[in-house]
């Protein structure tokens, strides 16, 4: 998410109980999970682990919970708590905020769009030119849609990223100030559910198709002209490229990419990224002619037993 106006490191300096070290003029220009980190953001760090990732990464300020040298150019907040502080500036700049009208004023919706009744239009939503929003869809505060795109009754564009910390007493939410962007020509079936990103957006590309019953994660990057049948789950923060077809009831796991023009036939789940270009199916998946061989070869078993027991080689 993206600061208007931006913030100087003594402008948050009290907003928490931490030791600043770096420039108090260094500016804050965003705010972003380590996915989706980009020049200028803040973001947080509490595990060793991943120190050298995030002290290397794009980020300008780092909350962390240990003082370590501060990289050249950066800034760097000491707490003994990264992930409460984090989620406290997160709340600070996209806390919920809520509407007591089906259409929001601050909502802005294009020429010739259609709100059917019973349609629920959050904050600072922008609707684009000759868009459908069916009775009983759920757009969410600040999402984003293009020209020509259709919702479908009973879908959610815009419910909050399934992300929690596990800590020792409980988890805790992982509060989301990202957004869903649906490009042109969009189509979501009904019951369908689209969640915003963490701290980035959601991106469903041009032209591409949804069915009903689909499940779109956090931060998820989805190509153009891609077709998803009814039943997908799709895990947070994976990537499917143009011209992708997922038939129906696929799962596909987190963090993965599914390359440009990949067909994933039904009732298939994806644990690994998939190349482009070709067709797989299965559980785990694999490209569909190997696995077909394998269900051929494992149907002779039987057979190849019965020989073996009856020349006494078993």
């Known amino acids: 998410m993206k600061l208007q106006p931006v913030l100087t490191l003594k402008e948050?300096?009290?907003?928490?109980?931490?030791?600043?070290?770096?420039?108090?003029?260094?500016?804050?220009?965003?705010?972003n999970e380590i996915h989706k980190v980009e020049e200028g953001d803040i973001t947080y760090v509490d595990h060793p682990k991943y120190y050298k990732k995030v002290l290397e990464s794009k980020a300008g300020t780092i909350i962390i919970n240990k003082e370590v040298d501060c990289p050249e150019g950066k800034a760097l907040i000491v707490s003994d708590d990264p992930?409460?502080?984090?989620?406290?500036?997160?709340?600070?700049?996209?806390?919920?905020?809520?509407?007591?009208?089906?259409?929001?004023?601050?909502?802005?919706?294009?020429?010739?769009?259609?709100?059917?009744?019973?349609?629920?239009?959050?904050?600072?939503?922008?609707?684009g030119k000759n868009c459908i929003i069916h009775a009983n869809a759920t757009i969410y505060d600040h999402s984003v849609l293009g020209d020509n795109v259709i919702v479908h009754s009973?879908?959610?564009?815009?419910?909050?990223?399934?992300?929690?910390?596990?800590?020792?007493?409980?988890?805790y939410k992982m509060e989301s100030c990202g957004r869903v962007v649906l490009e042109d020509n969009v189509e979501i079936g009904a019951l369908t559910s689209v969640d915003k990103g963490v701290?980035?957006?959601?991106?469903?590309?041009k032209g591409t198709k949804l069915d009903n019953h689909v499940q779109?994660?956090?931060?998820?990057?989805i190509g153009k002209n891609v077709l998803i049948g009814s039943h997908c789950a799709i895990g947070g923060v994976t990537t499917?490229?143009?011209?992708?077809?997922?038939?129906?009831?696929?799962s596909v796991n987190k963090d993965l990419v599914i390359g440009k023009?990949?067909?994933?036939?039904a009732l298939s789940g994806v644990d690994k990224s998939l190349e482009a270009g070709k067709t797989y199916?299965?559980?785990?998946?694999?490209?569909?002619?190997?696995?077909?061989k394998e269900i051929s070869a494992g149907s002779r078993l039987p057979e190849i037993e019965y020989k073996l027991k009856s020349t006494g080689v078993i």
């Open 83 to 127: 992930f409460r502080d984090y989620i406290s500036i997160v709340l600070k700049y996209r806390a919920f905020e809520s509407s007591s009208k089906s259409i929001s004023d601050s909502a802005v919706i294009g020429e010739g769009s259609v709100i059917q009744p019973n349609a629920f239009i959050g904050n600072h939503v922008v609707i």
């Open 281 to 292: 199916w299965g559980i785990p998946v694999g490209e569909v002619r190997r696995k077909w």
């Open 261 to 265: 023009g990949a067909v994933v036939l």
């Open 199 to 205: 701290s980035g957006d959601t991106v469903i590309g």
């Open 12 to 31: 948050i300096e009290g907003m928490m109980n931490a030791k600043f070290i770096g420039d108090p003029n260094h500016i804050i220009s965003g705010i």
């Open 216 to 221: 779109i994660g956090h931060d998820c990057v």
């Open 154 to 171: 009973n879908s959610v564009i815009g419910a909050d990223a399934y992300y929690y910390k596990r800590k020792p007493d409980a988890y």
């Open 240 to 250: 499917i490229h143009d011209d992708v077809i997922l038939w129906a009831r696929v």
